[in-house]
């Protein structure tokens, strides 16, 4: 009798083994993957008889429904058939042999599947090699300046609502209570008026601007974008297919574009308030200009307004969008904030105004696409702003931020004194504003090559050039967002001498 044939005996030492090389885990699981694997494995083949579930039960001191509930089991997932009389069978219906371990694969088939052109592009490029969790790093966060405790129980408060709402999706658009918080105080701090319903909330910039791509532009269009350009945005509009016509930025932001151009872009992207990586701060009368000209070439602007909270000196200008509605209802620019800067990177809650005959679909499409968003968070962040909480937070960092920058400014002239100086080749280029500053270098810098050297003293700054996407221009890029005032002079001290070798 087959019973005891040399095969079954062979296979019950197999499963033993692989019985034992996986303690703790229950048996019938085992089995059945050690079953599973033999036949994919091709070590039990098609047709081959099983034995009986008392005789394996008995050979492994396994109980018998065990070894019959791994037959019926591996029978449903078709890799046993049962036979006409009595009996289990490999099944013959499986694929020949599928290679049994990792060397034995074709040389083919172990290759991680090849990236598109586009997932080459962004695998390859050299923000990579410079992007850290150190300082000076553009994207940190101080979480010592963070009011965790109130945020905590403010969080808590939503939590213990009952509202059964909370736990489902929620409204096209974003939290109803959020949109309000954040008109009013747009409408306040930014001079912009739109409704609640205006207010689209998304998980960040770089979603804001896909949702833009996918609504307002077909693959293609083109859009003006400033050089250099923030990466993300940059990244993301040319993933989607938008054609980037870069427009070199000078002291006061983006320039108009040459007015004999044939180009008709549908976008420009920009930052006028504190250019990204630039820092050059956008003068009333170019706003006007650009707005001029958004309405004479039926232009939308996508005004980034990231930072716009941490200004040190004067009054602030006025948003573009908040021009474009005293002037012509608001229908020519498209207004992005994000709250990574102000609340923290984490929080995953930016948002965009959009014209009112786009509010609609713009809700509509952002839910469709990417669902609601945490909307926990969304109604934490909206008693935060409502109960003013995060007024006092905002003026707080605005203080903390303004005296880190000053401090930089001051440790950089500490160390590098011959080298900041109007004709000296480190500029201080921007306004005094945001979170980060840049030092521009003459072009014939391998701004990279010094970014590296700092690098090599624990300290990151991002080389300007990785942030073209035109001509190159060079600098070194450095958020002080995350790093106490007390340790900004020793920071710079690591880093001078590697400065000093290099332009000296
Ligand atoms: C120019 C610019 N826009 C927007 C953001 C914020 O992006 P997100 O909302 O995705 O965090 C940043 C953050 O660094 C930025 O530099």
């Known amino acids: 009798m087959a019973e005891a044939s040399s095969a079954h005996t062979a296979l019950a030492t197999w499963l033993s083994a692989r019985l034992r090389a996986q303690p703790g885990q229950p048996l019938g699981t085992a089995l059945a993957q050690a079953l599973r694997d033999g036949v994919l494995q ?7 008889r099983l034995p009986s579930t008392r005789w394996l039960g008995e050979r ?16 449903d997932e078709g890799v046993l058939v049962a036979g006409l009389g009595s009996g289990t069978f490999v099944s013959q219906a499986l694929p020949a042999r599928v290679p049994a371990s990792p060397t034995e694969v ?39 300046l963070f009011p965790q405790a109130l945020w905590n129980r403010l969080l808590a408060q939503s939590l ?58 077909d693959p ?13 945005a940059s990244q993301t509009l040319s993933d989607l297919g938008l054609q980037l016509e870069p427009l070199d930025v000078d002291d006061d932001g983006l320039p108009l574009p040459p007015s004999r151009t044939a180009l008709r872009p549908r976008l420009a992207y920009l930052t006028p308030s504190h250019q990204f990586p630039t820092g050059a701060v956008m003068p009333l009368a170019r706003r006007l200009q ?6 004479e070439h039926g232009l939308l602007l996508v005004e980034d307004d990231y930072d716009s909270e941490y200004r040190y000196t004067g009054k602030p ?28 990177p984490g929080i995953r809650v930016g948002f965009m105004v959009v014209p009112p005959t786009l509010a609609e679909v713009f809700g509509q499409a952002s839910a469709d696409f990417y669902r609601d968003g945490d909307q926990l968070v969304q109604q934490g962040l909206a008693r935060f702003m409502a109960e003013g909480h995060y007024a006092t937070h905002v003026r ?67 080389p300007l050039s990785v942030y073209c996407v035109g001509n190159i221009h060079c600098g070194l890029v450095m958020s002080f967002a995350a790093s106490p005032i007390d340790q900004l002079e020793a920071l710079v001290a690591r880093m001078a001498p590697a400065l000093r070798q290099c332009l000296s």
């Open 290 to 295: 650009w707005l001029a000209h958004a309405r």
């Open 60 to 75: 492994l001191g396994v109980a018998r429904n065990t070894i019959v509930a791994v037959y019926a089991q591996l029978t």
């Open 42 to 48: 091709g070590a039990l083949a098609g047709g081959q």
């Open 220 to 232: 293609g269009d083109r859009v003006w974008v400033e050089n250099p350009c923030y990466w993300g």
């Open 396 to 462: 707080a960092l605005r203080r903390e931020f303004g005296a880190r920058r000053q401090a930089l400014v001051a440790a950089l002239h500490q160390h590098l004194p011959q080298l900041i100086t109007p004709e000296g080749p480190l500029r201080l280029l921007g306004g005094e504003r945001g979170v980060h500053l840049t030092l521009g270098l003459p072009d014939a810098v391998d701004d990279q090559a010094l970014a590296l050297a700092c690098r090599a003293q624990g300290v990151t700054v991002v």
């Open 106 to 144: 074709a040389p083919h088939a172990t290759q991680a599947p090849l990236l598109s052109a586009r997932g080459q592009r962004y695998q390859n490029h050299p923000i990579h090699r410079f992007w850290s969790k150190e300082p000076f790093c553009p994207g940190g966060f101080d979480a010592s």
């Open 317 to 344: 200008f006025p948003s573009l969008l908040g021009l474009d509605n005293e002037v012509d209802g608001g229908e020519h620019v498209l207004y992005l904030g994000s709250f990574s800067k102000t609340m923290y």
């Open 160 to 217: 213990r609502q009952t509202d059964a709402g909370l736990l489902g999706a929620g409204e096209p658009g974003g939290a109803p209570a959020l949109r309000i918080a954040i008109a009013e105080h747009i409408r306040t701090s930014r001079g912009v008026r739109c409704e609640p319903r205006q207010i689209i909330i998304t998980d960040g910039t770089a979603q804001s601007l896909e949702l833009i791509a996918r609504l307002l532009c």
